[in-house]
T-cell receptor, first 114, second 113 residues
Framework: AQSVAQPEDQVNVAEGNPLTVKCTYSVSGNPYLFWYVQYPNRGLQFLLKYITGDNLVKGSYGFEAEFNKSQTSFHLKKPSALVSDSALYFCAVRDKGDTDKLIFGTGTRLQVFP | EAQVTQNPRYLITVTGKKLTVTCSQNMNHEYMSWYRQDPGLGLRQIYYSMNVEVTDKGDVPEGYKVSRKEKRNFPLILESPSPNQTSLYFC????????????FGAGSRLTVL
């Protein structure tokens, strides 16, 4: 069965510092991996995805994520955090062999302090 | 503008009073899905549809119904709402599924008293 784990409920970082939001996954086959962001009172917005190929994926707003197959991880990163990055971040996985189901993690709240 | 529109955005109702949350998309997407978001549980899929007249259960379908009579619309029906269905609901759509990106609606916050 597919599953996604986001081990941190909240991540705090100072503005200008690098940030990492962790995600690990479990699928029986090869994964499609996604990161979405949710700002207050808004729906989720797509940030980036991994399909195949280069393990480092670049996305919107300066975010990137690294796919690590051996560690089954897909951590979200940004070299320099902004206060406006403060939001709720969701990792999601879809098994390429079972593309109907997209499983979301429980979310990580990112708080960037001035 | 390409979008997914949900209505109502906010609703307070009482136990047992049937309600429908509408969802409409203007992107000609085949795939549509309903999720509920609860603190500590993330987003859980309720129902999804691969195309017109094709629907299937997600992880938490109990107490909900859906229909897909037209490609653009995917209403969520609560025949007899209960307090444990108090939640934030999201509709989303995409071209097929697989690696395609979901476009989400703004959400519908439902409170069942």
């Amino acid at each position: 069965a597919q599953s996604v784990a986001q081990p941190e409920d909240q991540v705090n970082v100072a503005e200008g510092n690098p940030l990492t939001v962790k995600c690990t996954y479990s699928v029986s086959g090869n994964p499609y991996l996604f990161w979405y962001v949710q700002y207050p009172n808004r729906g989720l917005q797509f940030l980036l995805k991994y399909i195949t190929g280069d393990n480092l994926v670049k996305g919107s707003y300066g975010f990137e994520a690294e796919f690590n197959k051996s560690q089954t991880s897909f951590h979200l990163k940004k070299p320099s955090a902004l206060v406006s990055d403060s939001a709720l971040y969701f990792c999601a996985v879809r098994d390429k062999g079972d593309t109907d189901k997209l499983i979301f993690g429980t979310g990580t709240r990112l708080q960037v302090f001035p | 503008e390409a979008q997914v529109t949900q209505n109502p955005r906010y609703l307070i109702t009482v136990t047992g009073k049937k309600l429908t949350v509408t969802c409409s998309q203007n992107m000609n997407h085949e795939y549509m899905s309903w999720y509920r978001q609860d603190p500590g549980l993330g987003l859980r899929q309720i129902y999804y549809s691969m195309n017109v007249e094709v629907t299937d259960k997600g992880d938490v379908p109990e107490g909900y119904k859906v229909s897909r009579k037209e490609k653009r619309n995917f209403p969520l029906i609560l025949e007899s709402p209960s307090p444990n269905q108090t939640s934030l609901y999201f509709c989303a759509s995409s071209s097929y599924s697989g690696a395609n990106v979901l476009t989400f609606g703004a959400g519908s916050r439902l409170t069942v008293l």
